[in-house]
């Protein structure tokens, strides 16, 4: 419970300090009206792409502890896949401790079918390129 919340107060602090712009209109009859715009938001954030992802999933993912994207390429075998993700690929292994969430709860179900071209979203450690998945998420 205490990563998620850490998690979250951090993602509220970051949205805190994001530029925004303030405008002001005044109509005919006189009364003035203030609005103000968040500038600094991402266009396609990961809280509004149209997954399925909790929004505490989506929390840890823009912390940086998951990625979403497409699987490229895909090892049932030794339990590995390619993650395409913004045009950046990652490569994503398992452990023996990884949950499986969506359309595929257990290991078995997730790998033994191909996944290629499938929308997941895994969380993990990331190093670089790699990825070691603690959840992933099949859409």
């Known amino acids: 419970m205490k990563p998620t919340l850490l998690a979250l107060l951090t993602a509220a602090l970051l949205a805190s300090c994001a530029p925004k712009e303030e405008a002001t ?3 005919t009859d006189g009364t003035t009206a203030t609005t103000t715009t ?3 938001a991402a ?3 990961t809280m509004n792409n149209g997954d399925s992802a909790s929004t505490s999933e989506e929390v ?3 912390a940086g502890d998951g990625l979403e994207g497409t ?3 895909f090892d049932g075998t030794a339990k590995t896949f390619g993650l395409n993700e913004n045009d950046k690929n990652y490569q994503v292994s398992v ?3 990884t949950t499986y969430e969506g359309g595929a ?3 078995e179900e997730f790998f033994g079918t191909d996944r290629k071209d ?3 979203a895994v969380e993990g450690e990331i190093e670089g390129e790699k990825l070691v998945a603690s959840k992933i998420t099949l859409n």
């Open 43 to 45: 266009a396609d954030s």
């Open 118 to 120: 499938a929308n997941v």
């Open 38 to 40: 968040d500038t600094g």
């Open 71 to 73: 699987i490229m390429e």
């Open 60 to 62: 840890d993912m823009a």
């Open 105 to 107: 709860t257990t290991a």
């Open 25 to 27: 209109q005044t109509s």
């Open 95 to 97: 452990t023996d401790t």
